[in-house]
């Protein structure tokens, strides 16, 4: 009796520590490696990264070779049937901080990227394997012939602790995207710009291979660099990403161009743009708005702040706004109200908004907003970039290093009241419309009690301009809706385009942003 009650126990206390150990052991079994074992791999470090790219652009350009007609024929719903297994990714269960997945090549991602870890300062790749992705009904593929990924994601704990949400993916040419708190995916970062908007047509720069540092175990950051490459130019990037309500992204791109490059566009950003509140040709859609972005935020060093809300036109539209040395610039989505979309699948109101901050002297140059005819919202119609004054000849080198906000509200506070709103229509007085004339209504959010009283005493106006044709009938009010101010104008065009432009003012000195908006006959 006694023998059983001793077996008894050691059960117990072996069946207690095993459910414990079952709590607190990872979920897998990776091969963690101690203090005194040698890494393998190739020693890396930024110094060894830049000569990569340097003598690679002393080379030829070399297309990526393409992927198998098995993987290149996959269409949307095939592809979309291969899956990542999050619990055979390579860092999942090492209680790290980030995990990585990877997406599978094939369907319209018929390029092959290389990537690699980094551990104490050593490189090695991370080969494919299909043993990472479930390929539902298309089993015969678990037997392809890939050589790489088509691009990667990090996720990361961001709106809870208990679940990894999808932070940042790399996907497709030198495309990126990221999230902040509380965001869903909208508008794309690129790595650079090539010849977008001309008529010679536009170079699309690869991400041609990944190295990322694997994180420790405490760390709020992590980077990761990207070789960067096209027939003009090879880049070499570092990321150095914080996510957060505010998830930010530190780049410096070195670049080593090849030859001369007619327009360089440094920074991108690239977003849709369907229909809005100021859309002339409207769609037969019951949403009231479709966008990820609904305006053109410019900080020029001057101190100017300017507006520009985005429209899709029946034709191309090219604004260019010139600076030297800008504080800022970045494509915005103001409109975070569901009611002003309708759509609860999409969740526009959602989207993040994305500003780019100079961390180094850029120049001369000027921000470029390039806007695409469109007709559905899978396309991206909408781009903006960074464009240096100064001739780009091949066999440069050129660094350029800035801060990358993803965020719900303007990241910068640049103290004058923002636009929120812009209203277009048939002009003149209600009842008697007019069809020569256009009327704009714009609503500042200006709510300072103290400069709002001087509204009835004219000390504050509306400055408004327009570089062809005439402005009529300014007046400004306050908005009982808002609680702002809400300022209306007739504009009488002419057969040319014309840049208008509106500005509140208190004595001269400027309180608001100043609306900027392209008039096309």
Known sequence: MRRFWIVLIICLVCGISGYFYFLIKPREFPRFISSNEEIQGEVFNRDIFLEKARALSQKSYQAPKEVSNDLKKLNYDQYRDIRFVREKGPWYGQRKPFEIQFFHPGALFNSEVMINEIVQGKSRPISYSPFFFDFGKNEKLENNSAKGYAGFRL???????LYFDELISFLGASYFRALGRGQKYGLSARGLAIDTGLETGEEFPIFREFWIEKPKRWVKSITVYALLDSPSVVGAYTFLIRPGSVT???????????????????APLTSMYLF??????RFDDHRPE???SDGLLVWNHNNEVLWRPLDNSKYLRISAFEDNNPKGYGLMQRDIQPSHYLDFEAHYELRPSAWVEPLSEWGKGHVELVEIPSVQEIHDNVVAFWVPAKTI??????????????SRQTPVDTAVAPVTATYTGIGGVSGMLETHKRKFVIDFDLKDEDVLKDLDSKKLVADVSASEGKILGTHL???????????????KPNDKVSELRA?????????SEVWSYQWLP
């Open 477 to 491: 009010m306050l908005n009982p809706i808002t609680k702002g101010v809400t300022l209306y104008f007739d504009f």
């Open 503 to 511: 500005v509140l003012r208190k004595e001269g000195v400027p309180v």
């Open 248 to 266: 930010t992204i530190d780049v410096d791109a070195v670049l080593f161009t090849r030859k001369k490059i007619n327009k360089l566009g440094i």
């Open 290 to 292: 479709v966008h990820d």
């Open 155 to 161: 996720h990361y704990p961001l709106n809870n602790e």
């Open 276 to 281: 809005g509140e100021n859309t002339k040709n």
């Open 393 to 406: 000849e091949g066999g440069q080198t050129l660094e350029y290093k800035y801060r990358l906000y993803w």
